[in-house]
């Protein structure tokens, strides 16, 4: 189906999507499913499902009697999901979110627990700012600081887009002062920024590494044994020992940093290495090659 085809309310989007990935996954579908979900009464749920099935996807589910629910037919396709095991994980992740704040909320899926870090505090101003200037183009005044210039700095900022790099997120903008795209750490900013009326000059059209495409070839560490690598390439679904990962370039050393791989030098344990990038000289970083790095060790 194609985007256009989809719902125009969200609502019954992620509706339908909870219907996909429930019947997937755990391989059967009630409409007590959706009204846990939702907040919604059964007769509305039961209407979703067969809505799903007539007008998005005819005979993807079937009524199973014995089971009192809706399970995937023979030749189910999803169609507003991708059919990934992703979308059920975060389905899983999601809960626990809500659990957190809303104590009594139980939509009905299995035990699970997602492992969470401390979040760099992001001050309240400094998001408001950093939204209403990348939102509405427009240029940003701000201090900031990093390991390399402890000392804060103002000067102006074009930005395009907001970045999570994990328990992490940047600003990817124009810096003024530097006449370059730099990537900025949203937990760096001093004082409250303030987005300027003044129109960004420089946008997302002029970042070049924003907008260049790079596939990194990812393989085992070589310094495993055959069966230690054997076993890296079923974690990541390898194909012949190789694993493609088509990113921008911009973004491409935090995907490594994510893989636990440098692009200096190597872990001396290989178990704790894992992997390896196996085609450093075809990412195009050229004299880029070391401010990248930078880029990457300043917003850790």
Not at 178 to 186: H, I, T, V
Not at 220 to 229: C, G, K, M, V, Y
Not at 264 to 288: A, C, R, V, Y
């Amino acid at each position: 189906m194609k985007k256009t085809d989809w719902p125009i309310r969200w609502d019954l989007l992620l509706r339908y999507r909870l219907i996909e990935t429930i019947a997937l996954w755990e391989g059967r579908l009630t409409t007590n499913h959706i009204c846990h979900s939702f907040g919604i009464g059964r007769q509305q749920a039961s209407k979703d499902i067969n809505t799903y099935l007539r007008e998005l996807a005819p005979g993807n589910l079937v009524y199973d009697r014995h089971l009192k629910g809706y399970v995937p037919a023979a030749r189910y396709r999803p169609v507003v999901t991708r059919g990934h095991v992703s979308e059920y994980q975060d389905l899983i992740a999601r809960q626990q979110g809500l659990d957190n704040t809303f104590e009594t909320l139980n939509i009905g899926l299995p035990d699970s627990t997602v492992v969470l870090g401390p979040s760099r505090v992001i001050a309240p101003e400094t998001m408001r700012a950093v939204v209403a200037a990348t939102r509405y183009g427009r240029q940003l005044r701000a201090s900031y600081s990093s390991l390399s210039r402890p000392e804060a700095v103002e000067g102006i900022l074009e930005p395009h887009t907001l970045v999570c790099t994990g328990n992490s997120w940047h600003l990817r903008a124009w810096c003024d002062s530097n006449r370059e795209f730099r990537d900025f750490a949203l937990s760096r900013f001093h004082s409250a920024p303030a987005a300027l009326r003044q129109k960004s000059k420089h946008t997302i059209q002029q970042d070049d590494d924003w907008n260049r495409k790079v596939v990194m070839t990812i393989s085992p560490d070589h310094r495993l044994t055959e069966a230690q690598q054997k076993i890296i390439e079923l974690d990541y679904g390898m194909d012949n020992g190789r694993l493609e990962v088509a990113t921008r370039a911009a973004l491409a050393p935090y995907v490594l940093s994510q893989l636990g791989i440098t692009l200096d030098n190597q872990h001396p344990d290989p178990l704790i290495q894992q992997l390896e990038l196996t085609n450093p000289d075809q990412l195009g970083f050229g004299s880029k090659r070391e401010r990248a790095l930078k880029a990457v060790a300043g917003l850790r």
